[in-house]
C-alpha cells in the first residue's frame, strides 16, 4: 500500500506545478508590454492637435451695415475670400475741393459670414490746413458708433484722441475703441480711423 502512495504524492507535485507555470506570464513579457503602451502614448502625445475654428463675436452684419445711415450709406454686405465679408460707404466729401481733394469720410465694416466683429471709420485729411469741420464730423460720427455699437457713448480718452489726431487703444467692457493716426509719406495729410472691435475667442 506504501507503495502505491508515493507514485500517486510524485505525479499530483508534477500535475500542480505544470498547472502554476502555465499561467504565469515571464517579467521579459511584461516589460515588452509596458514599454509598447509606453510607446503608443508617446505617439499620440506627439501628434498634431487639430485647431479649433475662431468663435466670431459681434453684430448682425446687416445691422452693423445700417449704424450709420442715413449720412454714410454702406452698398451691401459683400464675400471677399475664405470666411471674410465687408460692406463699405462711399467716401463723403466735407468741405471744397481746390487743387487737392477734399477731406473725406467712410464707414467701413468687416466679418465673417453671419458675424460682423469691426466696424470702422476713416477720415482722410487731403487738406490739413482745412481739419476743424473734418474733426467735428468724425467725432459725431464716433459718437454715433460707439452708441450703436456699445450701447454707450465715446470713453473720454478716445473722444480726446479724435479731437487732437493721435493714437490710442482704450477697452471699455467686452469691447476695444482704438484711434489710429497715419501720417502720410508724401508728407501733405493724413488719417484718422475710429475702429470698434469686439473679442475674438477659440
Request: aromatic share 6%; proline share 6%.
Amino acid at each position: 500500500m506504501r507503495n502505491l502512495i508515493l507514485p500517486i504524492a510524485i505525479a499530483t507535485s508534477l500535475i500542480a506545478g505544470c498547472s502554476d507555470g502555465g499561467s504565469s506570464q515571464s517579467p521579459s513579457s511584461s516589460v515588452t508590454a509596458a514599454a509598447a503602451a509606453a510607446a503608443d502614448a508617446a505617439e499620440a502625445a506627439a501628434a498634431p492637435q487639430q485647431e479649433q475654428p475662431a468663435t466670431r463675436s459681434g453684430w448682425s452684419p446687416i445691422e452693423a451695415c445700417s449704424f450709420l445711415e442715413p449720412t454714410l450709406v454702406t452698398r451691401g454686405y459683400k464675400h471677399d475670400f475664405d470666411d471674410e465679408y465687408h460692406c463699405s460707404s462711399p467716401y463723403k466729401d466735407i468741405g471744397q475741393s481746390d487743387l487737392r481733394l477734399a477731406n473725406n469720410l467712410a464707414y467701413y465694416v468687416t466679418g465673417g459670414a453671419d458675424v460682423a466683429d469691426t466696424v470702422k471709420l476713416v477720415l482722410n485729411y487731403n487738406q490739413p490746413a482745412n481739419a476743424a469741420p473734418a474733426t467735428k464730423q468724425l467725432v459725431a460720427a464716433s459718437r454715433t458708433l460707439s452708441l450703436k455699437t456699445t450701447g454707450s457713448d465715446l470713453p473720454p480718452t478716445v473722444l480726446s484722441a479724435l479731437t487732437a489726431g493721435r493714437s490710442v487703444i482704450e477697452v471699455s467692457g467686452a469691447f476695444q475703441h482704438e484711434v489710429k493716426r497715419e501720417d502720410w509719406p508724401t508728407g501733405r495729410g493724413y488719417e484718422t480711423h475710429y475702429i470698434v472691435t469686439k473679442s475674438v475667442e477659440r
